[in-house]
């Protein structure tokens, strides 16, 4: 059965310091999500690609996040300077199907923040 | 007041018990209701899906939505303790692609 891939699936990291992370989309998957997941915490979206383009990132903190998808298919999302207040799952999603909700999310990337 | 609100449990109940999970939303453009299970360490899996108002039924699973109470269940028949995780509750309006997640209500069955 296809799957989302995620790496590394745990990262500790001390603050100030360059994290990324990295997702492979199901084949075929044209649109592919960040979202990040607090502890007791539903998930809120960071990044929404369609292809290689952007479609939403106005929850994505710019001074220190960054995502991207050159090739439309998969895609690593970074943190630099890390924050303690960054730790949490790091989930990403792809979808066959636009406009229906209908996501397969990967295990996630859990970070722990020094 | 968040759009989407969920109890978050922790819900426990003895295995083989019918299981009411809900959550109530402010947005009257959400069209669009999912629930979504996690398992502890995983990512969210869909479990059911359902568009606008009205019941969905699937082997042990109901969804319900009732659009102008703007709430919306998931039953669970017969519980096994495979169950036991987080039951997340999201939507969507027509035409936007962000889900909106509640806050997930951690079930646990015992045997």
């Known amino acids: 059965e296809a799957e989302v891939a995620q790496s590394p699936r745990y990262k500790i990291t001390e603050k100030s310091q360059a994290v990324a992370f990295w997702c492979d989309p199901i084949?075929?998957?044209?649109?592919l999500y960040w979202y990040r997941q607090i502890l007791g915490q539903g998930p809120e979206l960071l990044v929404q690609?369609?292809?290689?383009?952007?479609?939403?990132d106005s929850q994505l903190p710019k001074d220190r996040f960054s995502a991207e998808r050159l090739k439309g298919v998969d895609s690593t999302l970074k943190i630099q300077p890390a924050e303690l207040g960054d730790s949490a799952m790091y989930l990403c999603a792809s979808s066959l199907a636009r406009l229906t909700g209908e996501l397969f999310f990967g295990e996630g990337s859990r970070l722990t923040v020094l | 007041q968040k759009e989407v609100e969920q109890d978050p449990g922790p819900l426990s109940v003895p295995e083989g018990a019918i299981v009411s999970l809900n959550c109530t939303y402010s947005n009257s453009a959400f069209q669009y209701f999912m629930w979504y299970r996690q398992y502890s360490r995983k990512g969210p899996e869909l479990l059911m899906y359902t568009y606008s108002s009205g019941n969905k039924e699937d082997g042990r699973f109901t969804a319900q939505v009732d659009k102008s109470s703007k709430y919306i269940s998931l039953f669970i028949r017969d519980s096994q303790p495979s169950d036991s995780a987080t039951y997340l509750c999201?939507?969507?309006?027509?035409?936007?692609?962000?889900?909106?997640f509640g806050t997930g209500t951690r079930l646990t069955i015992i045997p």
């Open positions: 999201a939507m969507k309006d027509f035409g936007n692609e962000k889900l909106t």
């Open positions: 084949s075929g998957h044209a649109t």
């Open positions: 690609f369609q292809d290689e383009s952007v479609v939403d």
